[in-house]
């Protein structure tokens, strides 16, 4: 059966034309038009990815995002009209899996579509062990990290960034290699790679295991465990 998208959107035009471009690519959709509806499709329907405009009638799309993302791991794209960096890096660090600005093309919004599914998918069909830093544990098929077998909530992105650092404990990634391996067909700014790492950082010390995650001075960061 083909993904369901939830298409959240109040302009009932631009809401039509995403979905049309959705089924066009073979997709089944959902529509809803404020907060409240968001929330109410997503229990009812468990779609595969959700598109998120941020400004929403009532209960914002961010909030709607907090929402969803203490509720588990569904994909969202946030449509956001907000360029700013400040804007942006808000999103992704609640937990967006990528973001688009309007006024956009369909078809970009689609490729990100695409793009953000197949990394799910992926994750999902992996058979690849568990990666292990120290007490830190990784397991990509069930999307989870778990140190001193206490769980990490991460965000997708910060799981991505750190299941890509713990490939290969002591090899300093620079800020470019790791938003590829996060974020690959988006257009944010390697500055969200650092607020990322910054909030992965935090929960690791929230364990006691901050010692973890390296910054390393002009290239970006690296994952070793204390000798």
Same mark, same amino acid.
């Given at each position: 059966m083909s993904a369901l998208i939830l298409i959240v959107e109040d302009e009932p035009q631009l809401a039509e034309v995403l979905e049309a471009y959705a089924r /066009?690519? &073979?997709?089944?959709?959902?529509?809803?038009?404020? %907060?409240?509806?968001?929330?109410?499709?997503?229990?009812?329907?468990?779609?595969?990815?959700?598109? @998120?405009?941020?400004?929403?009638?009532?209960?914002? %799309?961010l909030?709607?995002?907090?929402?969803?993302r203490a509720d588990g791991l569904t994909p969202v794209i946030l449509v956001t009209a907000r360029?700013?960096?400040?804007? /942006?890096?808000? &999103?992704?660090?609640?937990?967006?899996d990528d973001y688009v600005v309007k006024p956009f093309r369909p078809r970009e919004v689609m490729a990100r579509v695409k793009a953000v599914l197949r990394r799910a998918t992926a994750a999902l069909e992996s058979n690849e062990k568990p990666l292990?830093?120290?007490?830190?544990?990784?397991?990509?098929?069930?999307?989870?990290?778990?140190?001193?077998g206490y769980p990490l909530a991460l965000t997708p992105a910060e799981f991505r960034l750190l299941a890509h650092l713990a490939q290969a404990p002591g090899r300093a990634f620079s800020r470019e290699e790791l938003l590829a391996a996060a974020l690959p067909e988006s257009e944010a700014l390697e500055?969200?790679?650092?607020?990322?790492?910054?909030?992965?950082?935090?929960?690791?010390?929230?364990?006691?295991?901050?010692? @973890?995650?390296?910054?390393?001075? %002009?290239? %970006?960061?690296r994952l070793e465990a204390s000798a």
């Open positions: /066009q690519e &073979g997709y089944r959709t959902e529509r809803a038009a404020d %907060g409240l509806m968001a929330l109410t499709a997503y229990r009812a329907a468990h779609p595969d990815l959700i598109l @998120l405009d941020v400004m929403l009638p009532g209960k914002s %799309g909030d709607v995002l907090k929402t969803i360029a700013e960096e400040t804007d /942006q890096i808000v &999103g992704l660090e609640l937990g967006a292990r830093v120290g007490e830190l544990e990784i397991d990509r098929r069930a999307v989870s990290a778990r140190v001193h500055r969200v790679v650092d607020a990322h790492l910054a909030s992965v950082r935090r929960k690791l010390e929230a364990v006691h295991a901050g010692g @973890l995650l390296h910054t390393v001075r %002009g290239i %970006g960061y």
